[in-house]
C-alpha cells in the first residue's frame, strides 16, 4: 500500500539545523511531485517547498526561501528537506505530499508528520 513516512525532526536550538527525510513506497515515487507542508498548534497547514518529479524545478514559500533546500533522490524514492538558521517560528509538524494527475485521475498522498521543535 501507499506510505509516506516521514524522519528526522527533533528539538535544535534557535539558528541550528536539521534535515528531514521522506520515505515513499507503494507508488512511482518518480512519477509524482512532492512537497513539504507544516502545521503548527493552532494554526492551519501551510505550504513550505516543492519539487517536481525530475527534481529540476523547486520552489518555496517566502517564510523559508533561502533558509530551506528541498531535494530527491528517485533511485533511493526519497525526498529531503534540509533546513538551515532554524528559528522559533518554524516550529511545527513537518507532512510530506505526494500529487500527480495519473490517467486524468488526481492522485494525492500524505505521510503521518514528523515534529520539528525550536526552542532554547
Known amino acids: 500500500q501507499v506510505q509516506l513516512v516521514e524522519s528526522g525532526g527533533d528539538l535544535v536550538q534557535p539558528g541550528g539545523s536539521l534535515r528531514l527525510s521522506c520515505t515513499a513506497s507503494g507508488f512511482t515515487f518518480s512519477s509524482y511531485a512532492m512537497r513539504w507542508y507544516r502545521q503548527a498548534p493552532g494554526k492551519e497547514r501551510e505550504f513550505v517547498a516543492y519539487?517536481?518529479?525530475?527534481?529540476?524545478?523547486?520552489n518555496y514559500s517566502d517564510l523559508v526561501k533561502g533558509r530551506f533546500t528541498i531535494s530527491r533522490d528517485n533511485a533511493k524514492n526519497t525526498m529531503s528537506l534540509q533546513m538551515n538558521s532554524l528559528k522559533t517560528e518554524d516550529t511545527a509538524v513537518y507532512l510530506c505530499n505526494a500529487y500527480a494527475l495519473i490517467n486524468g485521475n488526481l492522485r494525492n498522498f500524505w505521510g503521518q508528520g514528523t515534529q520539528v521543535t525550536v526552542s532554547s
Open positions: 519539487i517536481n518529479n525530475s527534481g529540476g524545478n523547486t
